[in-house]
């Protein structure tokens, strides 16, 4: 399998320093106990991302070189757009910090608009494209100028930004989960096939009920209504190019509407096993993670999906190491990030250490995966990424294909019970 190449642009390690003099003057309206500092984080392209910036009160003290205030991942066209020039944008394009105060003040009881402080530029340069690492800041910086003090720098800015390789195994299923599509390798224009996907409905008890210690207590239906009041017996089988079936993830917990309405709450959500092949026995199953999902009500429906990876017999128990929150409507991106912060319904742990991952399996540290999945009623492909680092052998990649598709139909199990499909749409006849 070749990857394809990804940039990992990280800034962190900030931290905003006043000049005793600019702050005497009431320049700038800070005070570490009452005025928090945030900055805008730009660059073309991507969503602005927000951040807090500490207030550093000793000329003395650094930041914490390790913290992370987010992390771009540019694919290589995307580099190359922003080398680029363009119609639109005729120059290079510049990574941007823009800090602000908190709230400067209050005018009849209502907080005014932030005061900026100063903003940081950063041009990219053709060594993003040469896939080094590079350490293209690291350390503080004037920003803002103070027209009243000869131009002097109205504030300091400690950050640290750093490019790394981060190449990636790109995976594309050629068609709806529920389809049992084949899933191929993208390189470019190239499409390898690699794994197949097998989805069945099996109702019939069989030994994934029961892999090792994770037992599940699952009554399986036959009746139309009975399916209809329950989604449950939803299983999907990894196959790789010998037909050897080399992951699986089937339905553990049924996806039911709880008590009083129609919909998989977070009270009670459903949940698939993610399962790998025993090595040390034949025709027997491993189990790997759980993911689980429930619908969360709001202006626009989300569908939250949980993973944990399962331990056997370690001290601390199973981990979790992702919770995210999809649009029903929308799609969007399922990932395991270990550095990024998550758009999650409750915090997610820090992990004891780097170990912990390791320990679990060939997750550990950093980006390890990511889905696109589309909306409800919308054909959805599943498109998986992959890092590079932590795929030692084909049947690495396969258990993420697994833990992709139940992502991918776990959509399709937290629709409301009591909505009627469309005409004419496929799911019609597939899911109820």
Partial sequence: MDPQAFVR?????????????????????????SSPCSCEIRLRGFPVQTAPVPLISSAEATPDLHSIATIFYLEESDVKTLLGPGRLHPSRAYLEIIVFTGWKGFHCGVNSKKQQIGKFRLQVSPEWGEGKSVLLHNGWTGIGKNKQDGGKPRAELHLRVKLDPDPRYVFQFE???????????????????????KFSRDRRASQLDSVSNHRVSTTYGTDQDTDRRERKGW????????????????????????????????????????????????????????????????????????????????????????????????????FID??????????????????DFASLGPVFG??????RVQGEGKSSKPLVQLAMRHVTCVEDAAIFMALAAAVDLSMVACRPFRRKPKKGSRYSLRWN
């Fill in 9 to 33: 642009l990280s800034i962190g390690s900030l931290g905003l320093r006043i000049p005793v003099a600019a702050s005497k003057a009431g320049q700038i309206g800070i005070h570490a106990s």
């Fill in 175 to 197: 068609d709806e989960t529920a389809l049992s599509p084949q899933i191929v390798q993208l390189r470019g224009t190239i499409k390898q096939p690699i794994f197949s996907c």
């Fill in 235 to 334: 299983r999907v089988m990894i196959h790789d190019l010998s037909g050897s079936a080399v992951a699986a993830a089937f339905m553990a917990t049924p996806f039911v509407p709880s008590m009083g309405c129609d919909r998989v709450a977070r009270s009670n959500p459903g949940a698939w096993l993610i399962v790998r092949p025993d090595a040390f026995g034949p025709d027997s199953w491993q189990p790997w993670g759980k993911l689980e999902a429930w619908r969360e009500r709001g202006i626009k429906d989300s569908i939250c999906c949980r993973f944990h990876l399962l331990s056997e017999g370690q001290e601390g128990g199973d981990l979790l190491v992702s919770e995210i929150l999809i649009s029903a409507d929308k799609g969007g991106v399922f």
């Fill in 338 to 355: 270990t550095e990024r912060r998550t758009p999650s319904v409750t915090p997610l742990p820090s992990p004891r250490s780097s170990g």
């Fill in 366 to 371: 950093g980006f390890v995966m990511n889905c």
